[in-house]
């Protein structure tokens, strides 16, 4: 999925312009892993569609500046086509991991190096994890939080739960292969 | 700097009949003052054994839990295994006899030998006002919300003011507005009081705002590694084997 749709969000709740919609798409959606230059394609062909257009920005002279900035909002058409998305249902995204293919087509004798990659994409899985927490800071856990917040910690627990998900099938794939190795080391014909 | 709470080589393992299951294979971690740690695992990963060897609440096969660079067992001097007076451990199944009419009563209770009756029960509406559940000191422990239960049972430990926090499952039954709450209450505690944390969740948004969150599977803790502090050429290795915390 391309950074379209957020870029376009981000506009609507406040225009502003490039870097600043990059720094904010970096604060609000870092995990979805979109370069900062994204923010520029996606801003141009929002622009082409109609769905934003730029502004000048006011009392740049004083800024000390000697271009203004183009200031990015929102056009009624945009708003609308955002509201638009944001109707329609959405379908989930698979997911495919190249451990999965390997272990799809790895004979039984890759197992012990197999169960050894288990290990080693859970501990990636776990400093992902620890990269997405870092990131937040717990002043959104307030009693009574806005939907804006509630949202945002909504959009980190899906993040982590890709990787809970995860990590829990490298658990349960460990488990099988060991009782396999297991089995196969006590009668070697079964294997 | 010594670690407030480490633990080292710690096995532990239980017998059903003949069959042994290891629940902690060679389990090694540390928890600093002001830190958050989370542990979380499957269930019967070994979760709550691991927060109850590192209360000291149970006594580990082999290795050592250290509070505070002294080892638990040492204190104990082969008594059984009771809770240090600088360890707080959060028990969410709440008071355990019918005798406490008001929540406040049952929050003193871990006061009342250092403490006179209304110097406890003080202390212990305080700890309640701070953690925002004032409301809840005349209620009874069945009419409260998960949530509040959980808040409860964090103010039952916290009122001793201890060095160390360790909380089984804090965050289990609760909504995710709930846990943000709660979590994001234990950072403050670590942050603003250089309180250490050893926290055990159920679930992986639960560790949202650790200092460190590791896995427990197969009796191994897999830690977050700490980020290398500057790029100086050195190659770091990576095994995604256990690794101390």
């Not at chain 1, 502003?16 to 062909?45: I, K, M, N, T």
């Not at chain 2, 600093?32 to 990963?45: D, I």
């Not at chain 2, 499952?169 to 050893?198: F, K, Y």
């Amino acid at each position: 999925m391309s950074a379209k749709h957020a870029v376009l969000g981000l506009v609507i709740e406040q225009p502003g312009y490039g870097y600043q919609l990059a720094r904010r798409l970096e604060e609000r959606c870092g995990a979805w892993g979109w370069e900062p230059s994204g923010v520029y394609s996606a801003l141009d062909s929002l622009a082409r569609e109609d769905h934003v257009r730029s502004v000048r920005e006011k009392g740049s002279r004083t800024t000390g500046r000697a271009a203004p900035r183009a200031i990015y909002e929102a056009t009624p058409r945009g708003v609308d086509y955002f509201h638009e998305w944001i109707m329609e249902s959405s379908a989930p995204s698979p997911v495919r991991q190249e451990l999965d293919l390997k272990i799809l087509f790895s004979g039984h004798e890759f197992l012990p190096r197999l169960i050894d990659q288990t290990w080693a994409q859970e501990q990636m899985c776990i400093d992902d994890l620890k990269a997405l927490t870092s990131a937040m800071q717990p002043g959104l856990a307030s009693r009574r939080p806005t939907w804006r917040e509630a949202a945002i910690i909504l959009q980190r627990d899906a993040e982590i739960k890709l990787l809970q998900v995860r990590i829990e099938w490298l658990q349960n794939a460990r488990k099988v292969m060991k009782e396999i190795l297991d089995r196969s080391a006590r009668d070697p014909r079964s294997g | 700097m010594v670690p407030l709470l480490s633990l080292d080589g710690v096995r532990k393992s239980y017998w059903r009949g003949p069959h042994e299951t290891v629940v902690l294979a060679d389990v090694s971690m540390r928890v600093q003052a002001g830190e958050l740690v989370a542990v979380w695992g499957q269930r019967a990963a070994g979760k709550t054994t691991l927060a109850l060897v590192a209360a000291g609440l149970e006594t580990p096969d082999r290795g050592i839990v250290r509070f505070d660079g002294q080892s638990l067992s040492e204190l104990r001097r082969g008594g059984a295994p009771r809770l240090h007076e600088g360890i707080g451990w959060v028990q969410r199944t709440g008071p355990q006899s019918g005798d406490f009419r008001m929540i406040v009563d049952y929050v003193a209770l871990p006061l009342l030998g250092t403490h006179s009756p209304r110097g406890a029960r003080r202390r212990a509406s305080s700890m309640l006002k701070r953690l925002g559940i004032a409301d809840c000191a005349s209620a009874r422990w069945g009419s409260l919300t998960d949530g509040e239960r959980t808040l409860v049972a964090l103010a039952h430990a916290l009122v001793r003011e201890p060095k160390l926090l360790v909380a089984d499952d804090p965050t289990a039954n609760l909504n995710v507005l709930q846990r943000e709450e709660v979590v994001g209450l234990l950072r403050r505690a670590a942050d603003e009081e250089g309180l250490g944390i050893l926290i055990t969740v159920p679930d992986m948004p639960d560790m949202a705002y650790a200092d460190r969150i590791g896995s427990l599977s197969d009796g191994r803790l897999i830690v977050s590694s700490e980020p290398p502090p500057v790029d100086d050429g050195t190659v770091i290795d990576f095994p995604g084997r256990q690794q101390s915390a």
